[in-house]
């Protein structure tokens, strides 16, 4: 079943567009870090401590020296959610905004901008934390809102006067979202 699950995964990252792999990458982290959630949780006795290392290990801390001995959370950060609600709308928002740029720009520019809104995401997140002096401990981030927040401004920027149809309030042109 495994095998088959994993050929079938192979296959969707390999032939969809590369929205649909961020898409896909991101939902697969999600429920891996789910099933790990609750393998980790029964192995504990209910205690979240286990989890909660392990989230340490791939969210953005902000302490440049745990940063330099653990440099992977640079990118590990862009893909790991811990609720539902936070994948769920940053993974809607990325589709949205994530096809306006991809329909503008092309396909090949979607990795792109995902890593790199990403990673400026993260580097505004250490500056600030740097500059107001907050404790590193306290500044953990996770979660693709950056890179999702990246392709909102490149739509912006690209096509101001592009026309959403939004369900309650109607047309309204992306300048003004």
Partial sequence: MMDSLWEDFKYNISKSTR??????????????LLLARIILN???GGNQSAFSNLIQLVSLNTDLGYLLRHPWILVSHMFTHV???????????????????????GDKYIWRVYLFSGFAGA???ILFSKLFHFPSDMVIAHGAS???????LAAAV?????VLHLLIIGSVRLKYV
């Fill in 19 to 32: 929205l649909n792999q961020v898409i896909l990458i991101n939902a697969s982290v999600f429920i891996i």
């Fill in 83 to 105: 609720g539902i609600w936070h994948l769920i709308w940053n993974m809607v928002s990325l589709y949205w905004f994530g096809n306006i740029v991809g329909d503008l720009l």
């Fill in 146 to 152: 950056a890179a999702v927040m990246g392709f909102v």
């Fill in 158 to 162: 690209i096509a101001p006067d592009y």
């Fill in 42 to 44: 029964i192995a504990d």
């Fill in 123 to 125: 580097l505004v997140i």
